[in-house]
């Protein structure tokens, strides 16, 4: 079983504010988690300044695909990328300090990226949103929203209880817009 098909939800995607207002497990959580957690910049250049070091990247898997396949639990069917596009779809760990603490599920259309870009996407050494935001142009992270999770998968990886409940956001990221990635980040509490 995949991390992403071991994902259950477990309250509806809220927006930053929305959850900031209304929810106590939130407000519960460290201040320099809460702020990770709402980076709307480069989460990888926000983990790197908070935390005084720098972060990795370990694939753990790439492929390409023809078109977009929707996941109700993951994007609700209402953030679609372009159709009769190449997609690369990739899961990757953020590490700091040999410590995995977010594990990355990204889909990105590759049709106009510049070539040093898609050389680096092929890679796949850097962080998918940090190479997206760092292209010339219009680039922006859109609908940024959060939510709990229990992930078994992801639990069971990283040694922790199976009923460990982790944070979980996803965001779109638009050229212009035009719709380019969506990017799902499961978050390993770190201290």
């Known amino acids: ?3 992403i098909s071991s994902l259950q939800i477990l309250e509806t995607w809220q927006d930053c504010a929305t959850l900031a207002a209304k929810s106590a497990a939130f407000s519960a959580l460290n201040v320099a988690f809460r702020n990770a957690l709402t980076c ?35 994007w609700n069917g209402s953030h679609h990328l372009p159709t009769g596009e190449e997609i690369l779809v990739r899961d990757a760990w ?3 300090r040999q410590q995995d603490v977010i594990f ?33 142009g219009d680039v922006r992270r859109q609908r940024l929203e959060l939510a709990r999770a229990l992930v078994p998968e992801l639990a069971r990886r990283t040694g922790l209880p199976v009923d460990q409940i982790f944070w ?15 990017i799902l980040e499961l978050f390993i509490k770190w201290e």
């Open 94 to 96: 953020l590490s700091i």
């Open 104 to 136: 990355a599920h990204s889909e990105m259309v590759l049709a106009g990226l510049a070539p040093e870009l898609r050389t680096a996407v092929d890679q796949g050494a850097e962080p998918l949103g940090l190479l997206f935001q760092g292209q010339a």
């Open 168 to 182: 979980c956001r996803r965001s779109l990221f638009m050229a212009g817009n035009v719709l380019r990635a969506r």
């Open 40 to 74: 709307t910049g480069s989460l990888t250049r926000h983990l790197e300044s908070a935390l005084g070091e720098p972060l990795r990247v370990r694939l753990e898997q790439q492929s390409l695909r023809q078109e977009w396949q929707d996941d109700p639990i993951l």
């Open 1 to 3: 079983m995949g991390m």
